[in-house]
């Protein structure tokens, strides 16, 4: 599985990262993506979530990590969330 740090980066840009990312994926592909800003790691989890293109679960860290893991069912181009 492919694991992408969007960590020390300030919001948005971890979350805008994140879903061009899950654009690149093939159906099926799995992808695991690690944010350190609580925030944005929840608002790109309910943003991947409510696209409906994928699969996403979130898991908290003790550290302070947040990650995502994400397989994605579907093309970006047919959600009203296309880029």
Excluded at 8 to 27: F, G, T
Excluded at 40 to 63: F, H, P, Q, R, W
């Amino acid at each position: 599985m492919k694991k992408i740090d969007l960590t020390n980066l300030d919001c948005p840009e971890p979350m805008v990262l994140a879903y061009r990312e899950l654009s690149k994926l093939d159906q099926g592909e799995e992808v695991e993506i690690i944010m350190d800003n609580e925030d944005c790691a929840y608002s790109s989890y309910n943003l991947i979530k409510n696209s409906g293109v994928a699969l996403v679960t979130i898991v908290n860290e003790t550290n302070k990590l947040y990650k995502l893991h994400v397989i994605k069912l579907r093309d970006l181009r047919n959600s009203m969330f296309a880029l």
